[in-house]
């Protein structure tokens, strides 16, 4: 096999078929299992599964695709959806979407007072949210049938209907790794921005808080003060989401052993290593590639599978 690092990026998919609108309804068969592949735009998309059954990735996140599957998906987050049910004279998945646009929400979010109530929600949606209410997902594939028919002011007062229905559901799951990342999404100021850039070009070093602070000019404990209070995690905390998150993209993208994977993302010992990937994953690294090759590539070699994914 070949040993050296296979990395697919996540491909910017511009949704420019809105038409003028700011929210758009369609429907998509998938009949192959590699109609899809990973990418990640910026607007939101809200999916429905009604048939068929496959594989979803989310950021990092790895699930399980079947009828009634109803996952919202946030702004610039990677995504892929694979067909599992296209052979055999499966008929493969048909999915109903919806896209809105990050400016409708930032727009009511800032003029219209009562919508700062669903300011969590929308913080779920950046890592993505799979919805698990049985009942709430009925009520949501009739609200479906509504925006499909409806066009003008009516789609969108149905439309912030549903999203309110969304909000209020309980039982739900959020997908990818959220202290990741929420900590590189939401750095709030320039000085910041310098610093996670700095970190990500350099988490592999041993790069310490004190060279960071350095680099960007500010003291020591005023960074960490900052960092904590922006990102919402430790810069320990940090750095080693972003180790184990280069790790997932090696055991999911190539077949360098788990040794020199922890070593080539920074960390100085195996048990220390699977140590921290047990406690961001809940599992271990080898579980954790056998998941993922048997997800994305089934029975096949991996030399022969088309469709991947990579975290950020």
């Given at each position: 096999?070949?040993?050296?690092?296979?990395?697919?990026?996540?491909?910017?998919?511009p949704?420019?078929?809105l038409?003028?609108?700011?929210?758009?309804?369609?429907e998509?068969?998938?009949?192959?299992s590699q109609?899809?592949?990973?990418?990640?735009?910026?607007?939101?998309?809200?999916?429905l599964?009604?048939?068929?059954?496959?594989?979803?990735?989310?950021?990092?996140?790895?699930g399980?695709?079947?009828?009634?599957?109803?996952?919202?998906?946030g702004?610039n987050l990677?995504?892929?959806w694979?067909?599992?049910?296209?052979?055999?004279?499966?008929?493969?998945?048909?999915?109903?979407?919806?896209?809105?646009?990050?400016?409708?929400?930032?727009?009511?979010t800032?003029?219209?007072?009562?919508m700062?109530a669903?300011?969590?929600?929308?913080e779920?949606a950046?890592y993505?949210?799979?919805?698990?209410?049985?009942?709430?997902?009925?009520?949501?594939?009739?609200?479906?049938?509504?925006?499909?028919?409806?066009t003008?002011?009516r789609r969108?007062?149905r439309?912030?209907?549903l999203?309110?229905?969304?909000?209020?559901?309980?039982?739900y799951?959020?997908?990818?790794?959220?202290?990741?990342?929420?900590?590189?999404d939401?750095?709030?100021?320039a000085?910041?921005?310098?610093?996670?850039?700095?970190?990500?070009?350099?988490?592999?070093?041993?790069i310490?808080?004190?060279?960071?602070?350095?680099h960007?000019?500010?003291?020591?404990?005023h960074f960490s003060?900052?960092?904590?209070r922006?990102?919402?995690?430790?810069?320990?905390?940090?750095v080693?989401?972003i180790?184990?998150n280069?790790?997932c993209?090696?055991?999911t993208h190539s077949?360098?052993?788990i040794?020199e994977?922890?070593?080539?993302?920074?960390?100085?010992n195996?048990?220390n290593?699977?140590?921290?990937?047990?406690?961001?994953?809940?599992?271990?690294?080898?579980?954790y590639?056998r998941?993922a090759f048997?997800?994305l590539?089934g029975h096949?070699?991996?030399?022969g599978?088309?469709?991947?994914i990579?975290?950020?």
């Amino acid at each position: 096999m070949n040993r050296n690092k296979v990395r697919i990026q996540p491909e910017f998919k511009p949704l420019d078929s809105l038409g003028g609108t700011s929210i758009r309804y369609f429907e998509q068969d998938q009949s192959t299992s590699q109609n899809s592949c990973l990418h990640y735009h910026e607007d939101y998309e809200l999916h429905l599964t009604t048939r068929g059954e496959g594989k979803v990735f989310v950021g990092d996140y790895i699930g399980h695709l079947a009828p009634q599957s109803l996952i919202l998906i946030g702004p610039n987050l990677p995504h892929c959806w694979v067909n599992q049910s296209g052979g055999n004279g499966g008929q493969g998945c048909t999915e109903r979407v919806i896209n809105f646009s990050q400016d409708l929400v930032l727009a009511h979010t800032k003029g219209v007072p009562e919508m700062q109530a669903l300011t969590p929600f929308w913080e779920r949606a950046q890592y993505g949210i799979e919805f698990l209410d049985v009942d709430a997902i009925a009520k949501i594939k009739e609200i479906f049938d509504d925006i499909a028919a409806l066009t003008g002011f009516r789609r969108v007062l149905r439309f912030w209907f549903l999203i309110d229905l969304l909000a209020t559901v309980t039982e739900y799951r959020v997908l990818s790794d959220a202290s990741y990342l929420s900590c590189k999404d939401e750095t709030k100021s320039a000085r910041l921005d310098r610093a996670v850039s700095y970190i990500i070009e350099n988490y592999n070093t041993g790069i310490t808080l004190e060279q960071v602070a350095a680099h960007i000019e500010m003291s020591i404990g005023h960074f960490s003060r900052l960092f904590k209070r922006e990102t919402g995690c430790r810069y320990i905390d940090f750095v080693n989401g972003i180790k184990i998150n280069k790790a997932c993209e090696q055991l999911t993208h190539s077949d360098r052993s788990i040794t020199e994977i922890c070593f080539d993302v920074g960390f100085n010992n195996i048990a220390n290593f699977n140590r921290r990937f047990y406690d961001v994953k809940k599992m271990t690294p080898s579980e954790y590639r056998r998941v993922a090759f048997k997800s994305l590539y089934g029975h096949k070699s991996f030399t022969g599978a088309s469709c991947l994914i990579a975290s950020q």
